[in-house]
């Protein structure tokens, strides 16, 4: 298994709270990734890094902000949570060559987010 | 823009019976193409690939072929097993974002 984690594990927080997410690989991956799960919508990217300091938004990205100040780690911040937000975030991986796009994610554990 | 279509769920089969799950996409270029499963509280693991047209994913009995000509990836097994129940998706990698469809639930009854 890739060595992905993500922390906390579960989180209760209240409406307008900021909220930090953490997600930390031990793989040496140039690309990281946030996602949110929600029942009827699969993945839906949020944000993802190519490299140190270099990010860049997806599909679902108000609200949410991150940083990467290390190969290492990557943080996705909910500046103010709204109930919106409550939701399964996952951290994902993947490592990228010139001249190749097949190379495959790898999955974090998974941060379980309710916003009260 | 890129994009995954995948069957509607929930299947239930019995053990032993034989599964399709289907996939179609959109895309620019040739993506990858990928069919990962989720296991109740874990996070997606991936469950096999397919670089380019023709190509064949295999894993623990599952298979899916890469077919340009219908765009389409669909994940076959012969004989799935109660331990198969899972949410399978299926996912497109084009340039350096993945797109993934909504999931399919399966659950293999004794």
């Known amino acids: 298994d890739a060595g992905i984690t993500q922390s906390p594990r579960h989180k209760v927080t209240e409406t307008g709270t900021p909220v930090t997410l953490r997600c930390h690989q031990t793989e040496n991956h140039r690309y990281m990734y946030w996602y949110r799960q929600d029942p009827g919508h699969g993945l839906r990217l949020i944000h993802y890094s190519y490299g140190v300091k270099d990010t860049d938004k997806g599909e679902v990205s108000d609200g949410y902000s991150v940083s990467r100040s290390k190969t290492e780690d990557f943080l996705l911040t909910l500046e103010s949570a709204t109930s919106s937000q409550t939701s399964v975030y996952f951290c994902?991986?993947?490592?990228?060559?010139?001249?190749?796009?097949?190379?495959?994610?790898?999955f974090g554990p998974g941060t379980r987010l309710t916003v009260t | 823009g890129d994009s995954v279509t995948q069957m509607e769920g929930p299947v239930t089969l019995s053990e032993e019976a034989f599964l399709t799950i289907n996939c179609t996409y959109t895309a620019t270029g040739y993506p990858s193409l990928f069919w990962y499963v989720q296991y109740p509280g874990e996070g997606l693991q991936l469950l096999l690939k397919?670089?380019?047209?023709?190509d064949k994913g295999s894993n623990k009995g599952f298979e899916a072929t890469y077919r340009k000509e219908t765009t389409s990836f669909h994940l076959e097994k012969g004989s799935v097993q109660v331990s198969d129940s899972a949410v399978y998706f299926c996912a497109l990698r084009g340039g350096n974002q993945f797109y993934f469809g909504t999931g399919t639930s399966l659950t293999v009854i004794p």
């Open positions: 397919a670089t380019k047209a023709d």
């Open positions: 994902a991986i993947s490592e990228s060559t010139s001249g190749r796009s097949n190379y495959e994610q790898y």
